[in-house]
């Protein structure tokens, strides 16, 4: 069946380190993922996509990794900032399937100053 | 602002009693996706649809149901309420028109509260 979840619930560091969130999906037809980040009282937001034919893809001091082999996806976080605290999911979907993404549990990445 | 609007932000009810929830997408955006998010949960997929049909069913009760009109904004309506069902539902649009869910642009979310 689908499912996404996520190696560890809570995540500290320290303002100005790098943050690595994890992710493990378990449905290997998979082939678009996204990262969602969710602030206290809003709804979640974008963040950055890959799609399965790329292993690595950069944005803004984010960047996403795909091992397809693992099925393990990350988002790594440049110089974490305290604006960077929130929960983060990460979600899938399966391109030409059912038009739903399956979202993890979430993450908590908490900055400490 | 994602451009996505849900209203009310928040609403307490009883138990067995039925409510609706209302979401206007992101001007052009065909997709409308529902989900809910229980307290210190992932978002669970309830139901989309697209210019106005059905497109995909996740878990959604059977005492649930949502539409979408022909001016694209969509209500989920939730009945005989009980108390598991307090918890924000977020409404999501996209451009999509196949293949890949695409970028969601997700509103602010309805609090629900079944006392």
């Known amino acids: 069946g689908e499912s996404v979840g996520l190696h560890l619930p809570t995540l500290s560091v320290q303002e100005g380190d790098n943050s690595i969130i994890n992710c493990a999906y378990s449905?290997?037809?998979?082939?678009?993922f996204i990262w969602y980040k969710q602030e206290s009282g809003k709804g979640p937001q974008f963040i950055i996509d890959?799609?399965?034919?790329?292993d690595k893809r950069q944005g803004q001091r984010v960047t996403v990794l795909l091992n397809k082999t693992v099925k393990h996806l990350s988002l790594q976080i440049a110089a974490t900032q305290p604006g960077d605290s929130a929960v983060y999911f990460c979600?899938?979907?399966?391109?030409?399937?059912?038009?739903?993404?399956?979202f993890g549990q979430g993450t908590r990445l908490t900055i400490n100053p | 602002d994602s451009g996505v609007t849900q209203t009310p932000k928040h609403l307490i009810t009883a138990t067995g009693q039925r409510v609706t929830l209302r979401c206007s997408p992101r001007?052009?955006?065909?997709?409308v996706y529902w989900y809910q998010q229980s307290l210190d949960q992932g978002l669970q997929f309830l139901i989309q649809y697209y210019n106005g049909e059905e497109r995909a069913k996740g878990n959604i009760l059977e005492r649930f149901s949502a539409q979408q009109f022909p001016d694209l904004h969509s209500e989920l309506n939730l009945s005989s309420l009980e108390l598991g069902d307090s918890a924000l539902y977020f409404c999501?649009?996209?451009?999509?028109?196949?293949?890949?869910?695409?970028?969601?642009?997700f509103g602010e979310g309805s609090r629900l509260t079944v006392l």
């Open positions: 449905n290997s037809a998979s082939d678009y």
């Open positions: 001007s052009g955006d065909l997709s």
């Open positions: 999501a649009s996209s451009v999509s028109t196949g293949g890949d869910t695409g970028e969601l642009f």
């Open positions: 890959i799609r399965s034919n790329m």
């Open positions: 979600a899938e979907n399966i391109v030409g399937g059912a038009q739903k993404l399956v």
